[in-house]
């Protein structure tokens, strides 16, 4: 499995060489050193790689994690499953992947805010008309007194509430262009995240 740690920039046009025209990503993709490996047969239990990424100031990296390092702060540090075996201390970057290779990018959606649920959930309001005033946008009921709900609302009810920052995988995206030089890779699509967002970019 082959994976990189990249930055979300944003959204232009491909053009192939039959003419065919593609939305596509850019992504920017940091250096990468591997921090350690896991096994199987080690005391982990399982096969990983785990990798940092970025720098940043050392009086915000704490000790332990330093050491964990050799003493270099990364920005990121992330952790990926089955990877392709590497040894510490190596370095990674945008070469790792070739055009037409597929892969899922995983990263936090763009954050919102409070929202009702019009906008989080899709809800249709209520009617226009006889009467009603100020529950366009309304939830309606929500079930709490008495019913088969017990006089509760039941978890999970759909609610106004915070929207975005969520962990999302897109799969099946394909990728259109490598440039490994200015450590520049173009993504088929859109992917989660606003600009400058942390990404993770791994073979299907």
């Known amino acids: 499995m082959k994976f990189i740690l990249a930055t979300k920039e944003n959204m232009t046009r491909i053009f192939t060489d039959d003419g065919r025209a593609y939305a596509g990503t850019i992504l920017s993709v ?11 047969e080690g005391k982990d239990g399982y096969a990983a790689v785990q990798v940092g990424a970025g720098e940043r100031r050392e009086k915000n990296v704490s ?3 330093l050491g964990h390092t050799g003493g270099k702060a990364y ?3 992330r952790e990926f499953r089955d990877g392709d075996a590497a040894e510490v201390g190596s370095a990674l970057d945008a070469s790792v992947f070739a055009i037409g290779d597929t892969v899922q990018v995983s990263g936090l959606t763009k954050g919102k805010g409070f929202a009702g649920v019009v906008k989080r ?4 309001g209520g009617p226009r008309s006889h009467g009603q005033k100020h529950t366009e946008r309304a939830p309606g009921s929500i079930g709490g007194s008495g019913g088969r709900a017990g006089g509760r609302v039941v978890k999970g009810k759909r609610m106004a509430g915070r929207m975005g920052t969520d962990r999302v995988t897109v799969k099946n995206l ?3 262009a490598v440039d490994a030089k200015e450590g520049k890779i173009i993504i088929s699509g859109a ?5 400058g967002t942390l990404l993770e970019v791994v073979s299907a």
């Not at 940091?30 to 199987?40: D, E, G, L, R």
């Not at 992917?191 to 600009?195: C, D, F, I």
């Open 63 to 65: 000790k332990a994690v």
């Open 191 to 195: 992917v989660p995240g606003h600009r």
């Open 121 to 124: 959930h899709g809800f249709h």
């Open 174 to 176: 394909k990728v259109l």
């Open 30 to 40: 940091a250096p990468m050193t591997v921090t350690q490996v896991k096994t199987a």
């Open 75 to 77: 920005a990121a540090i």
